[in-house]
């Protein structure tokens, strides 16, 4: 096997094409290897409507930016025909090294995506010597394909939760397939609220799927998000994840420790101490911050007192255990006369939530979904918005969203 024929297996070139021709030019800089194909006179190529083999009408040549060869940028030059169909009339062929309109190759492309998934966009343009403009394009383009390809028919159970866009308030919104153990998001998008669960109903109608088969839907405990789901999938039950439980609580707690730390001095490391729980990996000073608020009475360790109750209704084995569980601790948080004290409030309006969304809490335990995935997808978005140090705008983050965890990875794969 000669260099030609290693450079044309690697491009996927075939008959009637073939090399013609390499130059280095050693002037530029970097260096540029540009290598010529052509094909034999009166050659013969497929009509891309019906795939006819036609006689050339005219051509005109292209260039695409191929891998680098070695340190040297390489580029691939032919002369490409339009055919005349007796069918279709005159087109212009597909060639087999790149996609249409494209002035790069499909493995150029393909290494542009992987570069993607694992670092900023801005450093993965400097590394293959393009713009991040013409970088975004290929991910845009290849999200587009993959996402127009999803089919919703057999979607039964969805999660979604909204992720950070932006500080000041700028959210995105991602949908799972909750029965998808790889690549799960099928939906993102801007903002958050009922608005969303509207968008989500009709991108799923055009992707085969219907909201009358959606038989569960697992979320927090927005207003906002269950008013969606009540209007847009009145079929579904709504089931609220246990994490979000546990975080109505401890975002009460942080409340109360901070009303309560402007009337007077709590003990050093109670901040992190209340937020774990008390089997947790607590540090000694944790554990005598703990210490102290218990022998103290202070406030913030009955607020801390009654989110370690929770922990005793989530080892509920059956939906049963899980109801006569969850009774108790409303009886016995009752009992610790949480209003003799204005600062405990953020734990009483927590409690009030729980009794408000109760049946969808306890559907947890007849439910085997969680958005415990999304909430790890969650911390990936995260540390690629901090990574690129955020993002121009919402739909550069969703499309990163999208490349990290979507079926695009499977177009990345085939491409």
Not at 172 to 194: M, N, S, W
Not at 208 to 215: C, K, M, N, P, T
Request: aromatic residues 10%.
């Amino acid at each position: 096997m000669n260099g030609n024929d290693i450079i044309s297996l690697g491009l996927g070139i075939e008959s009637p094409w073939k090399i013609s021709g390499q130059t280095l030019n050693q002037e530029s800089t970097p260096h540029e290897l540009r290598i010529s194909l052509s094909t034999d006179r009166g050659a013969s190529f497929p009509c891309p409507v019906c795939k006819k083999p036609c006689k050339a009408h005219d051509f005109r040549e292209n260039t695409w930016r191929h891998l680098n060869f070695f340190q040297h940028h390489c580029y691939i030059t032919a002369a490409v025909p339009r055919i005349r169909c007796e069918e279709h009339g005159v087109k212009k062929i597909e060639v087999p090294w790149a996609r249409r309109g494209s002035k790069f190759t499909l493995l150029f492309e393909q290494v542009a995506l992987s570069l993607v998934k694992e670092m900023p966009v801005r450093s993965a343009a400097r590394i293959i010597g393009i713009t991040d403009k013409k970088l975004w394009r290929i991910v845009f383009y290849y999200i587009s394909v993959s996402m127009n390809k999803l089919d919703l028919s057999t979607l039964t159970a969805i999660g979604f939760d909204e992720t950070a866009s932006k500080r000041r308030h700028n959210y995105v919104t991602v949908f799972i397939d909750l029965d998808k153990e790889k690549q799960p998001v099928i939906f993102a998008t801007v903002g958050k609220g009922k608005e969303v669960l509207r968008q989500f109903k009709q991108f799923l109608h055009r992707h085969g799927g219907h909201a009358d088969r959606i038989v569960e839907v697992v979320c927090d405990m927005s207003k906002a998000f269950l008013a969606g789901v009540g209007e847009y999938f009145d079929k579904a039950t709504v089931t609220v994840d246990w994490f979000h439980v546990v975080q109505t609580f401890t975002e009460a707690v942080n409340k109360v420790r901070v009303l309560e730390s402007k009337q007077k001095e709590l003990p050093k490391h109670t901040r992190w101490a209340t937020l774990k729980n008390a089997d947790g990996t607590l540090t000694e000073n944790q554990k005598e911050a703990l210490a102290e608020l218990e022998r103290m009475d202070f406030f913030t360790a009955i607020a801390w007192r009654v989110k370690e109750k929770l922990r005793w209704i989530r080892k509920a084995a059956t939906p049963r255990a899980a109801t006569w569980r969850l009774s108790h601790f409303l009886l016995n948080v009752s009992s610790m006369e949480l209003h003799r004290s204005p600062l405990l409030q953020p734990v009483i309006e927590a409690i009030e939530t729980v009794i408000r969304h109760r049946p969808a809490i306890e559907a947890r335990w007849q439910s085997q979904h969680s958005t415990a995935r999304l909430e790890g997808l969650n911390s990936l978005f995260q540390a690629a918005r901090a990574r690129a140090r955020g993002y121009r705008n919402p739909m550069t983050f969703i499309a990163m969203i999208y490349l990290i965890a979507s079926p695009i990875g499977n177009i990345i794969n085939s491409t």
